[in-house]
């Protein structure tokens, strides 16, 4: 009798009893929707941590999962072009969410003729910002949990905020004419405006582009007018190989920093608040000179 009850209650329930279904296309959005649904979510992440979104291409399973979901996240900014072709040819009835609708003052690329700068997520500010937009979509779509999401997103923002109160203190370690940033692409200018640092990346904002042998002439002189001390790779490319274009600036290699998202489990970067403990970590230790 009981469970014959259970099962007319699970009935008129229908659709609430369910997960809501989130695709996401960074993982950055992946861990928002994760750490505010909690089990009243089932997150499918389409950009593996640790691989590349600006070469996204979304597989037939990619595009069975958002026609599906209740929920999609993008980037914006045209990191997806691809993926945006798929959504509107897919006939799905998700709401889609934009985290590009939620950056304050978004950057402009200086290399790549201006467009705006996809790279959202080095900002803790902006994960922040997207976050209550992903909490806010989830109450929108299920009214009833409203009470827990609030409580969740209450949680995950204030962990943030203790990240980023980290992050101001483990930056100041570094003093202000050693902060400049050479990298492989133009991954942190989110970054680099939060804790001002100067950043002089040897690509634009695609990592598979070719670098310009007069580009890379530059970069050499700029690294030894500056005393810069090390240079950074990207997770996605060979750790080694921009330390060896940049070998007679003198500079050594000081690490790779996760440019594009997450890392995979067991990275020690797989998680917003590890990725950017790593990140500045990496950055303050290669360049204060003291280690
Ligand atoms: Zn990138």
Redesign the pocket.
Known sequence: MKSLYLAILFAACGAWARPLRVAALHSVLAECASQIGGDQVTVRSLVPAGSD??TFNPSPEDAASVVDADLVLVSGFDLEPSFERLVANSGTKAMVLSASDFIKDPLRSAQDDGVLDP?WWNSIGNVRRVAAAVGAALIRLRPASAEVFRTRMAAYDARLATLAAWADQEVAKLPERRRILVTS?D?FAYLARDYDFRIEPLLG???AAEPDPRALARLIDFIRLHHVRAVFADNTESPKLLATMLQESGARSGGVLY??GLGPVGSGAATVEQMFRHNLTTIVDALDGRK
């Open positions: 979104p600006h790279h692409h991954a904002l695609n990592p440019a594009d």
